[in-house]
């Protein structure tokens, strides 16, 4: 019986093969090889599948719910090391990637972090236990990523043990910037004490002292209600409601929740604005509820979903009121999209993250463009193998282009152009050919030192590891029947106000 390679990372399906991740090997999503190794954690997909067997057995499970807006960040990645690679800026040392998806899950990723940690060389998967790693080389020298909070918590622990540096272009929940608890995490994008201090000034001055808030009920949705909470009480504004609803899709009361939040959001008659900390397959699920049910509110966007061209596009968004969110700081994303373009060109081979797309964008083709969004998110992997027969492949980089977040992708860029000159000060007297010239802890202190030029300003981690670049201001404001996200303002941290490009907008603001 022939055997089928599926899309999705570490999973071969076959007619009799009951589950997934046959050996190591699979387990990757991307991979590249080079004289130095950069991990990438991202969430490509947004649920990881519960096991219908009793008892549970410790097995890797599926993956679904494929995500647009993260599988470009690992394109971004990849662009950004191509990039890198074909410039004089490591002068002839190339940088090679493992790419592993997350699932949107603690668990996988912590299964992904263990295989960054084996020894350099090692014909097996074996980490070993040392009470001094100083001169031990792992497999990788820096990771990139993850894509959540609760994600890069666990695994910046892990890595931790080695002193591994991990660039995270989107965790951005308060806590990690503990150094002693995450003495190896460093972050592109501000903390979120900035986004709560920003929301609260943004309410305070809008004359709004009576809201309610929803999150996800997670690491991060916890620590961005606790720390939006303090800055809402410094501000006089008052918290009618919260809301909690489950990290994971796949938990059953899920859709209860829902229900639950949207009921609170009909009686509660004199709260007119929701501040929504939450990941942005939640948001969908959220608003699709809220639009049926004809609620109408100001929403009051976190960066996780502030820009996010899926919730934009669900049909009749306008009927939910106005949406006014942080994101963060978007730069020139143009190679980026240059490479989108020529992205039909690239092998699949040694992405399987590429060849899921492709199939996806075969077996959705018929679609326009929500229902194609909608249809990409939610095909099974049996939909996928049983509709991808027959199939002419087709092309669509305008859709690529037009699910750029530009915010996250330019944070993304960021962080493995900042691995980069820090690889760059370790190779200045070492053949960095050689992976063992220099260990991740090393790395890790050039890491705390580099400058990165960034639209022509130099930025560089503060003490805790973190990037103060500012926040746009988004306004989702509807333009000939389609609904478009402006930028309105920009938010600086470190003076804590708001910037305006003129006083037009400053007065529409």
């Excluded at 603690?106 to 070993?128: G, H, I, Q, W, Y």
Aim: negative net charge; contains cysteine.
């Amino acid at each position: 019986m022939a055997f089928v390679s599926f899309l999705i990372p570490c999973f071969v399906i076959g007619t009799d093969i009951a589950y997934s991740c046959q050996n190591t090997d699979d387990f990757v999503g991307a991979s590249s090889p080079g004289d130095i190794v950069i991990g990438g954690l991202f969430a490509v997909h947004s649920e990881m599948l519960r096991p219908e067997e009793y008892p549970i057995k410790p097995v890797i499970q599926n993956c679904a719910g494929f995500e647009i807006q993260i599988f470009l960040q690992t394109l971004a990645m990849i662009h950004a090391i191509e990039t890198i690679n074909n410039s004089t800026l490591l002068s002839g040392v190339t940088l090679g990637y493992e790419i592993y998806d997350t699932c949107a899950e603690v668990t996988k990723a912590m299964a992904s972090a263990l295989r960054f940690l084996p020894k350099f060389n090692s014909s097996e998967d074996v980490v070993e236990f040392k009470c001094n790693y100083s001169d031990y080389v792992p497999r990788i020298k820096a990771v990139t990523g993850a894509s959540y909070s609760e994600e890069s918590m666990a695994v910046s622990r892990l890595l931790a043990l080695q002193l591994i540096p991990q660039v995270s272009p989107a965790s951005s929940a308060e806590i990690l910037s503990d150094k002693i608890r995450f003495p190896s995490f460093f972050r592109t994008i501000p903390s979120d004490f900035h986004q709560t201090r920003a929301m609260a000034h943004l309410i305070c001055e809008s004359g709004w002292n009576w809201i309610g808030v929803i999150a996800t009920d997670d690491d991060n949705g916890r620590f961005a209600l606790e720390s939006f909470g303090v800055q809402a009480m410094a501000n006089n504004v008052c918290i009618a409601f919260k809301e909690m609803l489950p990290a994971y899709l796949s938990d059953n009361t899920f859709h209860t929740k829902v229900d639950h939040a949207i009921e609170k959001i009909v009686k509660e008659t004199r709260v007119n604005v929701i501040v929504v900390f939450m990941r942005q397959f939640h948001v969908l699920k959220l608003f699709k509820k809220a639009i049926e049910r004809n609620v109408r509110k100001i929403w009051i966007a976190s960066d996780n979903w502030s820009a996010a061209v899926k919730i934009s596009t669900i049909p009749n968004i306008r009927q939910l009121g106005t949406i006014v969110g942080f994101g963060f700081k978007s730069g020139d994303v143009s190679t980026f999209q240059d490479f989108l373009r020529n992205l039909h060109e690239k092998p699949t081979d040694n992405n399987k993250f590429l060849r899921e797309y492709v199939m996806l964008l075969s077996v959705c083709a018929h679609l326009e463009y929500h229902d194609f969004q909608m249809c990409i998110s939610n095909q099974s992997q049996d939909d996928l193998l049983e509709n991808v027969e027959n199939k002419h492949q087709i092309w669509r980089d305008d859709f690529l282009n037009a699910n750029v977040e530009s915010g996250f992708i330019h944070s993304t860029i960021l962080a493995v152009y900042a691995i980069a000159h820090a690889i760059k000060g370790q190779c200045k007297d070492r053949n960095c050919k050689d992976p063992s010239a220099f260990t991740p802890w090393e790395l890790l202190e050039e890491l705390k030192k580099v400058t990165v030029t960034d639209d022509d300003k130099e930025i560089k981690f503060d003490s805790n590891g973190d990037m103060s670049t500012s926040y746009d201001v988004l306004l989702w404001e509807e333009i000939d029947g389609h609904m478009e996200i402006t930028t309105m303002a920009e938010y600086d941290p470190e003076k804590g106000d708001f910037i305006f490009e003129d006083e037009e907008k400053k007065n529409n603001f």
